[in-house]
């Protein structure tokens, strides 16, 4: 099979739509299109993750969520976070402009539903267990206050399309 760069197309723009078929799928509702910046912008419960094409050889679909958002960088939180990375399966966390991160990247390529069912669940499940205890330890909030009416926890699916 040719790749994108021999086709002269873009990666993106031949990986776009079966990304965009899979992330629907594992919402159990069409994706909303995608932003300004080409960004899928994902909503669950008190948590959020974007889902972005990476432009790199092999093409990359990279999901981050911003877990806790205004929070500070202090010596505790950061050994927090390293012991997460030392014994986590498949994610990354991190600090960066006083937020906590955490991040996956996925071959587009080779991309099946099977991995993005596996990536989203663990980014998804990780950020709504990690944004309230880490908000509770060292200061900040998570992305969103629960929603009326909906668990605390949802482990598997999202609950909307839009990050808003």
């Not at 071959?107 to 267990?129: K, N, P, Q």
Request: proline share 4%; glycine share 8%; net charge negative.
């Amino acid at each position: 099979m040719a790749s994108a760069r021999e086709l002269g197309r873009r990666p993106q723009e031949m990986i776009r739509p079966h990304v965009e078929r899979l992330i629907g799928e594992w919402m159990e509702e069409p994706l909303a299109g995608a932003d300004d910046d080409g960004r899928y912008l994902v909503r669950v419960n008190t948590s959020g993750f974007i889902v972005e094409i990476v432009d790199f050889e092999p093409a990359l679909v990279r999901l981050w969520s911003p877990v806790v958002v205004r929070v500070e960088k202090s010596i505790g939180l950061l050994e927090m976070l390293n012991g997460l990375n030392a014994n986590g399966l498949g994610l990354r966390i991190y600090h960066t402009d006083d937020q906590v991160i955490l991040a996956t990247e996925l071959v587009a390529e080779t991309l099946d539903a099977g991995d993005v069912h596996f990536a989203c669940h663990l980014l998804a499940s990780a950020a709504e267990r990690l944004g309230p205890e880490l908000s509770a330890l060292y200061g900040g909030e998570t992305l969103f206050t629960t929603r009326d009416g909906l668990p605390h926890h949802l482990d598997d699916r999202a609950v909307s399309s839009q990050l808003n």
